[in-house]
């Protein structure tokens, strides 16, 4: 059984941090970039980063680069993504998702093979 099992999301004030994080089973992770889409209330699902299980290279939408980072921990098939310096701007239900290699230069949540229950993050001002 495929499962991505994420964790880690709750309320914070902005300027604060979370970290969530995706455990993922029952498929090759090998073959698989692991990432994050967040869905906010009357928006559309958007790509926030993701990572490369080939070679580690990392991607992140505009919106959150120099405050979210992405790892993994590859003996676990966990994926984490640790956020900081938070906005309100940053609540939204966060997916953790599986894209194929193949079809990573085309992210987007069209090319998700695997998504996970998703999380809530909100962030108060």
């Known amino acids: 059984e495929v499962q991505l099992v994420e964790s880690g999301g709750g309320l914070v004030q902005a300027g604060g941090s979370l970290r969530l994080s995706c455990a993922a089973s029952?498929?090759?992770?090998?073959?698989?970039?692991i990432g994050w889409f967040r869905q906010a209330p009357g928006k559309e699902r958007e790509g926030v980063s993701y990572?490369?299980?080939?070679?580690?290279?990392?991607a992140y939408a505009d919106s959150v680069k120099g405050r979210f980072t992405i790892s993994t921990d590859n003996a676990k098939n966990t994926v984490y993504l640790q956020m900081n310096s938070l906005k309100p701007e940053d609540t939204a239900v966060y997916y953790c998702a599986a894209v194929p290699l193949l079809l990573l230069r085309l992210w987007s949540p069209a090319v998700v093979d695997y998504w996970g229950q998703g999380t809530q993050v909100t962030v108060s001002s």
């Open positions: 029952g498929f090759t992770f090998d073959d698989y970039a």
């Open positions: 990572i490369s299980s080939s070679d580690s290279s990392t």
